[in-house]
């Protein structure tokens, strides 16, 4: 119940949209990801181009039945390497909140994120790993993706990727989508569709 | 005062390029790069315009008549939006 005054709220502030988990300083960031057993959306300020903070909701959604969580945000870019024709980066995510539990009794009880994030890109390809961690509930993630043509920054940028994800406790299997990534100037959308005819539909903004 | 508009014709247009910096950038591999530096040099009083080319990875930018901006600033500016400068190279 929470949650549902918690989401409006996210949206109002997502004027700033964003794409990694840091990004430059003084830059907003909003991330809104989903697909029929999960949403995670985000808004996050930049600090510095090492440390974001902000608000994250996430729902989880097994039988019909929704677990919802709201964290305050901490977000940490580790590691980042500057190559002439690559970008890699790792990061750390922490957050602490509250969760509607659902699933079993309903409850309402305080929760923590804790995971990390690592990714390696160029113009042409592109290879993401990411695990999350709540509580009870684990979230893993991995992306691979090319992109058959180098745009320049005036130009739609086209990827085709795949993704493979699983979450314990609500989809406990391996889900596969295939998908395609759009990026122009600040804003990136991403459209897919999984191997089960699960829809995924993401968007993601820097301002 | 034929030939004098005539020089203030040809002098402006070279005037105004009198301050084209072309900084080469490690790291600038997607459009959401190039808008967070696009973004933090917006910030700066002395910039007239910037171009980004991703093929070459430079950022180019051109100041206003009489303002300068100098490579520590140039250099700070790319490091708070996460990438390093290869190269600063001015004409």
Redesign the interface.
Known sequence: MIMKKFIPLIFLMSFNLS??P??????WSLSSSNMPDYSNNYVMYSL??RLALGVEHWRLTKNEINNELGLLKLNH?LW????????SNVYLHGGLGIEDQEFETKSTRGTWLLGAEADW???KLYSSVKYLQFQDVYFGQMRLGFAPK????EEL?TWFMIQAMIINNVNQKLTITPMMRF????S?WEIGSSTQGDWMINLMV?Y | MKKLLLLLSLALPLSSFAGAVTIKV????????????Q??FSSENSIRTLK????K?LVIIETHDGKNIGDETITKLI??????V?SIERK
């Open positions: 794409a990694h840091v990004i430059y300083k003084g830059g510095n181009q870019l980042r390497a500057n190559g002439e024709d690559y970008q890109e160029t113009r180098e745009a320049s920054f940028q990026f122009y100037h600040n990136l820097h | 490690s790291g600038m591999v997607c459009s959401m790069c190039a808008q967070g530096i973004k933090k980004v080319d991703m093929e990875k490091t708070e939006a996460g990438y390093n290869a």
